[in-house]
Structure formats: C-alpha cells, structure tokens
C-alpha cells in the first residue's frame, strides 16, 4: 500500500497480556496528548455483559495505571449506557468499586440536569432536529476513549470507536436513531462531529464477529490497536473482522463504503482511504499480522 504525507498513525500489538500489550501499543504512536489534562475516559458501557459486550474492567485499570504514567491529570470515566440503566450497569460491571479504589471520579451521564446538555446540529445532517451531547464531556481538555471490536446486529453493522460516541448523547435521543434505519450509520458519524477524541485505544483480544453488540459468536482476535483517528481505527478493526471471518455486511461490503465510514469521510473527521493509515508495530509477530491488514485494507 503506498503511504502518502497525510498517513495517519494506528498502533498494533498482537499476542501479548493486557497489561503489557496496553502500554505498548500506545507508546507506539511516540505521543503524549495527555500529560498535564484532565482527562474524560470513555467506555463502551452499554450494557454490563461480559467483554466484548463491554470494556473489560482490567483494560480500565491499565489504561488509567498508564495515563498516569504519561502524566495525566484527573481522570473522570462517564458514559450513558443503553438499553440498560446506566447505574445498574456501573453496579454490575463493579466500576464504581473500581473507580473508588483507583480514585477516579464517576459521571452517570444518566445523572445530569437538562441544563448540562447541549444542543448539536450539524450541517446537512440526518437528524430531524440535531442530538443532544453531554456538556461535561465537551468540557474537559482531553478526551480518552476505548472501545471494543464487534459487530452490531442492529442496524449499526459494526461498534467501534465511532459508534462509541453514541454514549455522550441524551438517551432521548436513541429513539430517533433506532428508528432511522436508511440513515442509523450516518448519524452515528455524525455524532462524532462534536468532538475530536486525543487518544483511542481498540481492544481486540476477544471479538464478536457476528450479532451484537450485548452478545454474539467470540472469536479471539489477541490484538489491540491505538490511534487518534477514528476512521483509521474503524477501517483497521473491519480489516481484523475480514480476517477473522464476519458476517455478511462485514465481509461482502469495502471497508470504506460502509456508511459509519463513508460519511464520516464526508464530514472529515479522519483518513479519506486505506493509502493514509500506517498501522505501526514494535515486534515480528504484531508486524506480520499488520501485514496481513495492510493487503485486506487495500483490498477493501
């Protein structure tokens, strides 16, 4: 795949623990957008079940171990969960245990006041009457997200870190969304326009490849991906799911004519094409499957 000046950097780690694979595949991009911020942490806590139905509870504690190592400010993990309550999921998943211990705030989304959400309406957008977006969110310097890799048998096609951003909107919102179902992909991109995240760390240790995003057929994927573009995560986690073997939508549909994507190329907010990624590794194993990744994005 030829590189052009305008690459992206995504980092990949492939076949190594949590704890070491976490810190490593973000020191891969040679950034710190984090040291000195305070940071909002977003999870996928959609629901409470089991990884990849949701962000593993250890990723959250090397994750923010690590933020702190780069010099991380305070650290505030919020999310709005859906269908679920989101205070009965924080309960199940025991991240409140987790946040007290590790002495992280915790914002229930959930929880907020009218007053703290803001109105968005992007230009030309599929949205009757814009969305509503978390103001907390859109306050804090620096924005962290982790997402997980599967695919969404509900419309979205695929639950990465574009669809993740669908947990700082207000939940009467969803309605809206789930019943749009010729324009549902496009305005999960959408959504995204409210916000540029500084860090995104994709774990793909374990995959659903099929169904979801609650439950669904596991394969294991053992890689973790980094970045700060979510189009290029997107585009290398379908490459991860191609290579896996996915579902129909997955497998029979270019990476960049999925609608989550594409639209998101409209709107700008990232890679325009597989020739701007540059999937980054630090070790033989990690660099013959980014090889392998690199063919599939080219092929589409």
């Known amino acids: 795949m030829i590189m052009t000046k305008h690459t992206t950097k995504v980092g990949l ?62 650290i505030t993990i919020g999310d709005r969960s859906g269908p679920a309550d989101t205070a009965d999921v924080i309960r199940e998943k025991g991240v409140d245990r987790l946040c ?3 002495g992280v705030r915790l914002m229930n989304l959930d929880e907020l006041p009218d007053q703290d959400w803001i109105r968005m309406q992007p230009k030309q957008s599929h949205w009757w009457n814009g969305f509503d977006v978390a103001r907390p969110v859109l306050g804090k310097e620096c924005i962290v997200t982790t997402c997980c890799l599967k695919t969404h048998g509900y419309g979205g096609v695929f639950t990465m870190s574009l669809k993740l951003s669908v947990g700082i909107t207000h939940r009467r919102n969803m309605a809206e969304l789930h019943s749009s179902i ?76 999925q609608e989550q994507i594409s639209r998101a190329v409209e709107l700008e907010l990232g890679v325009g094409g597989p020739g701007e990624i540059e999937i980054v590794t630090g070790d033989p194993v990690s660099a013959g499957y980014a090889e392998k990744l690199t063919v599939i994005l080219g092929r589409g």
């Open 182 to 257: 010729r324009s549902m992909r496009k305005m999960i991109a959408e959504i995204n326009t409210a916000y540029s995240p500084s860090l995104i760390l994709l774990d793909g240790i374990e995959a659903f490849v099929d169904r979801g995003p609650m439950k669904g057929e596991r394969k294991k994927a053992g890689v973790l991906l980094s970045g700060t573009d979510r189009i290029a995560i997107d585009a290398v986690g379908l490459a991860v799911l191609k290579d896996l073997g996915s579902n129909k939508a997955v497998m029979e549909t270019p990476i960049f004519q």
């Open 13 to 74: 780690v492939k076949g190594v623990s949590r704890e070491t694979a976490i810190s490593r595949v973000i020191e891969l991009l040679g950034i710190n957008p984090v040291k000195g911020k305070e940071i909002f942490l977003k999870p996928n806590f959609n629901t409470a079940d089991p990884f990849p139905g949701s962000t593993h509870n250890d990723t959250l504690l090397y994750l923010i171990r690590h933020l702190r190592g780069m010099g991380a400010g305070s």
């Open 100 to 102: 007290e211990e590790m």
